[in-house]
């Protein structure tokens, strides 16, 4: 695997009647093997995770944007960073239209594969703990949880491309090819549909 782009993003929501707040980060990261490492864990949670759904992008593109801003990151016309922003103002809209509190650390990824390109989304939650800093004193620290993952999505861009193509030429939508897999846990219902909605999946088969 070779992660071509990375940037993460912060979505937080304290309380159910407040508008969430995002935090955007403007430049994607230089990839480090910290961020290799990451990645490879969260592929090994995403690949053994039960419960996968599969499926493609809806046809309504009014109501599911995305794939027309990843087309156009693709085509070279937007960044990636105008890519992660836009879903995220995406994002944001339709958790604010739920009626819970969220908080999590949005990490954009694509990576370059032999067997074909593929773009990971994954919504990672915080925990806290304890550490004793330089002066041996306790102190409270906020890191990601790593073992823990209850929204992601994985699209499998060459064959999402291939499907849009062969049924451009026939002016038909019957290729249901599942080149999209989403993990959304039944713990977060409304929120979990707030990501379905803004990925623009519609589901074909679940695992």
């Given at each position: 695997?070779?992660?071509?782009?990375?940037?993460?993003?912060?979505?937080?929501?304290?309380?159910?009647?407040?508008?969430?707040?995002?935090?955007?980060?403007?430049?994607?990261?230089?990839?480090?093997?910290?961020?290799e490492g990451l990645f490879s864990?969260?592929?090994?949670?995403?690949?053994?995770?039960?419960?996968?759904?599969?499926?493609?992008?809806?046809?309504?593109?009014?109501?599911?944007?995305?794939?027309n801003w990843l087309k156009e990151?693709?085509?070279?016309?937007?960044?990636?960073?105008?890519?992660?922003?836009?879903?995220?103002?995406?994002?944001?809209?339709?958790?604010?239209?739920?009626?819970?509190?969220?908080?999590?650390?949005?990490?954009?990824?694509?990576?370059?594969?032999?067997?074909?390109?593929?773009?990971?989304?994954?919504?990672?939650?915080?925990?806290?703990?304890?550490?004793?800093?330089?002066?041996?004193?306790?102190?409270?620290?906020?890191?990601?949880?790593?073992?823990?993952?209850?929204?992601?999505?994985?699209?499998?861009?060459?064959?999402?491309?291939?499907?849009?193509?062969?049924?451009?030429?026939?002016?038909?939508?019957?290729?249901?090819?599942?080149?999209l897999c989403m993990i959304r846990?039944?713990?977060?219902?409304?929120?979990?549909?707030?990501?379905?909605?803004?990925?623009?999946?519609?589901?074909?088969?679940?695992?």
């Open positions: 695997m070779a992660i071509t782009s990375l940037i993460f993003h912060r979505i937080t929501r304290w309380q159910e009647e407040q508008p969430s707040v995002l935090k955007l980060t403007e430049t994607a990261a230089e990839i480090s093997a910290d961020h864990q969260l592929k090994k949670i995403f690949q053994f995770k039960a419960g996968k759904f599969h499926g493609h992008f809806d046809e309504d593109y009014s109501s599911a944007p995305f794939q990151h693709l085509d070279s016309k937007i960044s990636f960073e105008k890519l992660s922003h836009l879903y995220m103002s995406q994002f944001k809209e339709l958790v604010d239209k739920t009626s819970e509190a969220f908080e999590a650390s949005i990490l954009f990824i694509l990576e370059e594969r032999a067997d074909g390109p593929r773009c990971y989304i994954f919504a990672l939650d915080t925990n806290s703990g304890l550490q004793l800093d330089n002066t041996l004193n306790l102190d409270t620290v906020d890191f990601l949880n790593t073992t823990k993952l209850d929204l992601a999505i994985r699209i499998d861009l060459d064959d999402w491309l291939q499907t849009s193509n062969a049924n451009s030429a026939t002016e038909t939508t019957e290729d249901n090819t599942p080149y846990s039944r713990a977060k219902a409304k929120i979990g549909e707030a990501f379905t909605q803004s990925i623009g999946f519609k589901s074909t088969i679940d695992t």
